[in-house]
Structures are given as structure tokens and as C-alpha cells.
């Protein structure tokens, strides 16, 4: 399987080689593949120097597999053109998760929309990604009405210049900026820009994404997403309202049993899912399970992922591994 990781030299890059190493892909060839400015540079991969090289190199080469982490932007002009050599991208960006030519997969939730003619495939906003994973198996069970979500955003979902500004404002250097504010000791009501309706990118996009990997527009969601001085992890305060009334044991019993899905949830030892322990891992981590008292058939959970892995890195890579075994590549 010759494998074009393209923006190699990226923080979700850079995970995804972690990751490919981790799971033993099957490469038989992998391209490193990044801008210009970093064409020539040597990443390592399983103890062997890569040289990374640029796009249409890469292209050229007619991989079987891209897997895009580069932008939004390089993805909508370079993902058609690996695509027409009849390479399979996998793309992390916004670019296509709402085109509706495209699929939107979570592999453990709708892998089985995917067919041979799927040569763009969008991976999920990191957010949505751990949302969808706690709230498919409930749907399924008590069918949703309403989500509410509140989020609350490591600094790794920006990029490596908050991570820095992070870490300078920690050690009280002064430094770059990636927000308008600082945020250490802060908490920022603003991810992604703001659109004309008072909300921002990152709240739209977990408002429209879970309809379409869910196939169903018949919930409705709302969302308020936050920025927090945590490294990494993204944690999620989530309220869902059913049609259907459940059993809080068998809310547990359901997320337990679905793949992926991790619940911590003991109270007598103040076992809850966190960013620190989510850390490195693939899971989806769901605590805080409980009946909100306020509304019928409504129930409250925390929901916790390293958004650099499933939320990113991971996903993409098993929306490879699903096509692998199911030979449409």
C-alpha cells in the first residue's frame, strides 16, 4: 500500500506517523508529503529518515492512499487532483465535511455508507467526532429530540503557535499571540471565527456535522464552544432530550458495549473522564452520567477525547484501515 501522509510536518501530522506506527498500517511506500517551505526537511518514521517532498510529487506518484492534514485550503485544490490519478483521500479539513457529494465518516458509527467510487472522504470536526461516538448507540435506543453542547477546547485544536502561547504565558514570557487574549488562566468564549448569526465556525459545524453522519435531520442541536488553558484534549458538557424514557444502568451498559467508547463514571471513587487521562489514548471517555431533573426524558454526560487522535489522527487513519479490509481501495 503506497501511503502519501500530506501535511507531515504538522502537530496532526506529525500524530498520524505516530499512529500509522502504533496500528502496523500497511505501507508499503509512504510519501511525506508538505508545502514548499518544507520540501527537502527529514521527518523520521519506525526509525527510518523520510525526505519530505511537495504536492505535485506527491501526485505524480499516484499513491492508493492521502491522508490530508494541511488546511482547508490545500485540500480543496489538491485533494481533486490526487483523486483524479485514482488516489483515495482521506481528508482531516473542513474542506468537503458538508459537501453533500461526500461522506462523513466516524468508521465505527457509518463506515458502511463507504463504497470504491469514494474518492474524497471527510473526516469529522475533532468536537464532533467524540459527541457522535457517546450519542449514536442512544439515539439508536431512545431516538434524540434535542442536544445542547458546551465545549471546552484545548489549545491544541488551533495549532502549534497556541500551544506556544500557551506555554510562554505559563512561564510569563511574552510571545506570539494565536488569540486576541491571553489563555492562561482564562477561558475563551470564541473557537473558529464568528459568523453572521452570532455563532462561530466550530459551534455550526457541531450543530450540521452529527445530522449527517447520523443520517437524520430530526434532532436539533445547539452548541457554545470554549477555548481553555488546557495542552491538549477536548471535553464536552453534553444535555440530550429523547423522545423515548431510559434506564440510567442500561445508558451505561449501551456506551460501554460501543466500540471505542470508554465509561468512567464512579462516583464513590471520583472516577470522571479528564483532558490529562484521555491523554495519548484513542478512546472516547463518557462520565458524569445522570437524569437531568428538570426535564423529562433528558439526560446529562461529559464527554472527553485527545483531539489530535480520535478527534483527528486516529479517525483518519481507520477510515483507511475500514476501507483496507473491506477492499474498496
Given at each position: 500500500?503506497?501511503?502519501?501522509?500530506?501535511?507531515?510536518?504538522?502537530?496532526?501530522?506529525?500524530?498520524?506517523?505516530?499512529?500509522?506506527?502504533?496500528?502496523?498500517?500497511?505501507?508499503?511506500?509512504?510519501?511525506l508529503?508538505?508545502?514548499?517551505?518544507s520540501?527537502?526537511?527529514?521527518?523520521?518514521?519506525?526509525?527510518?529518515?523520510?525526505?519530505?517532498?511537495?504536492?505535485q510529487?506527491?501526485?505524480?506518484?499516484?499513491?492508493?492512499?492521502?491522508?490530508?492534514?494541511?488546511?482547508?485550503?490545500t485540500?480543496?485544490?489538491?485533494?481533486?487532483?490526487?483523486?483524479?490519478?485514482?488516489?483515495t483521500?482521506?481528508?482531516?479539513?473542513?474542506?468537503?465535511?458538508?459537501?453533500?457529494?461526500?461522506?462523513?465518516?466516524?468508521?465505527?458509527?457509518?463506515?458502511?455508507?463507504?463504497?470504491?467510487?469514494?474518492?474524497?472522504?471527510?473526516?469529522?470536526?475533532?468536537?464532533?467526532?467524540?459527541?457522535?461516538?457517546?450519542?449514536?448507540?442512544?439515539?439508536?435506543?431512545y431516538?434524540?429530540?434535542?442536544?445542547?453542547?458546551?465545549?471546552?477546547?484545548?489549545?491544541?485544536?488551533?495549532?502549534?503557535?497556541?500551544?506556544?502561547?500557551?506555554?510562554?504565558?505559563?512561564?510569563?514570557?511574552?510571545?506570539?499571540?494565536?488569540?486576541?487574549?491571553?489563555?492562561?488562566?482564562?477561558?475563551?468564549?470564541?473557537?473558529?471565527?464568528?459568523?453572521?448569526?452570532?455563532?462561530?465556525?466550530?459551534?455550526?459545524?457541531?450543530?450540521?456535522e452529527p445530522?449527517?453522519?447520523?443520517?437524520?435531520?430530526?434532532?436539533?442541536?445547539?452548541?457554545?464552544?470554549?477555548?481553555?488553558?488546557?495542552?491538549?484534549?477536548?471535553?464536552?458538557?453534553?444535555?440530550?432530550?429523547?423522545?423515548?424514557?431510559?434506564?440510567?444502568?442500561?445508558?451505561?451498559?449501551?456506551?460501554?458495549?460501543?466500540?471505542?467508547?470508554?465509561?468512567?463514571?464512579n462516583?464513590?471513587?471520583?472516577?470522571?473522564?479528564?483532558?490529562?487521562?484521555?491523554?495519548?489514548?484513542?478512546?472516547?471517555?463518557?462520565?458524569?452520567?445522570?437524569?437531568?431533573?428538570s426535564?423529562?426524558?433528558?439526560?446529562?454526560?461529559?464527554?472527553?477525547?485527545?483531539?489530535?487522535?480520535?478527534?483527528?489522527?486516529?479517525?483518519?487513519?481507520?477510515?483507511?484501515?475500514y476501507?483496507?479490509?473491506?477492499?474498496l481501495?
Amino acid at each position: 500500500m503506497k501511503v502519501a501522509v500530506v501535511g507531515a510536518t504538522g502537530m496532526v501530522g506529525n500524530v498520524m506517523l505516530q499512529v500509522l506506527a502504533e496500528r502496523n498500517f500497511p505501507i508499503t511506500e509512504l510519501l511525506l508529503v508538505a508545502s514548499e517551505r518544507s520540501v527537502g526537511k527529514q521527518l523520521d518514521y519506525k526509525g527510518k529518515k523520510y525526505t519530505v517532498m511537495g504536492l505535485q510529487d506527491a501526485v505524480d506518484a499516484r499513491p492508493d492512499i492521502a491522508l490530508f492534514s494541511a488546511g482547508g485550503t490545500t485540500s480543496e485544490i489538491w485533494a481533486p487532483k490526487f483523486a483524479e490519478v485514482g488516489t483515495t483521500v482521506v481528508d482531516n479539513s473542513s474542506a468537503w465535511r458538508m459537501d453533500p457529494t461526500k461522506k462523513l465518516v466516524v468508521p465505527e458509527i457509518n463506515g458502511d455508507v463507504l463504497t470504491k467510487a469514494d474518492k474524497i472522504i471527510a473526516n469529522p470536526n475533532c468536537s464532533t467526532i467524540q459527541l457522535v461516538m457517546a450519542l449514536a448507540p442512544l439515539h439508536k435506543k431512545y431516538k434524540m429530540k434535542r442536544v445542547v453542547i458546551s465545549t471546552y477546547q484545548s489549545v491544541s485544536g488551533t495549532g502549534v503557535k497556541a500551544v506556544q502561547q500557551l506555554e510562554n504565558e505559563s512561564k510569563g514570557i511574552k510571545g506570539e499571540m494565536a488569540y486576541h487574549y491571553p489563555i492562561n488562566r482564562n477561558a475563551i468564549p470564541q473557537c473558529d471565527v464568528f459568523l453572521e448569526n452570532g455563532y462561530t465556525k466550530e459551534e455550526m459545524k457541531l450543530v450540521k456535522e452529527p445530522k449527517k453522519i447520523l443520517n437524520d435531520d430530526t434532532f436539533s442541536v445547539t452548541a457554545t464552544a470554549v477555548r481553555i488553558p488546557t495542552a491538549g484534549g477536548h471535553s464536552e458538557a453534553v444535555n440530550v432530550q429523547f423522545e423515548h424514557d431510559f434506564d440510567l444502568g442500561e445508558v451505561r451498559k449501551l456506551l460501554s458495549e460501543t466500540p471505542g467508547v470508554v465509561v468512567q463514571d464512579n462516583l464513590d471513587t471520583n472516577t470522571y473522564p479528564m483532558p490529562v487521562y484521555a491523554h495519548g489514548k484513542d478512546e472516547v471517555f463518557v462520565g458524569r452520567i445522570r437524569r437531568d431533573e428538570s426535564q423529562q426524558n433528558t439526560l446529562n454526560m461529559w464527554i472527553v477525547a485527545d483531539n489530535l487522535r480520535k478527534g483527528a489522527a486516529t479517525n483518519t487513519i481507520q477510515i483507511a484501515e475500514y476501507l483496507i479490509a473491506n477492499k474498496l481501495v
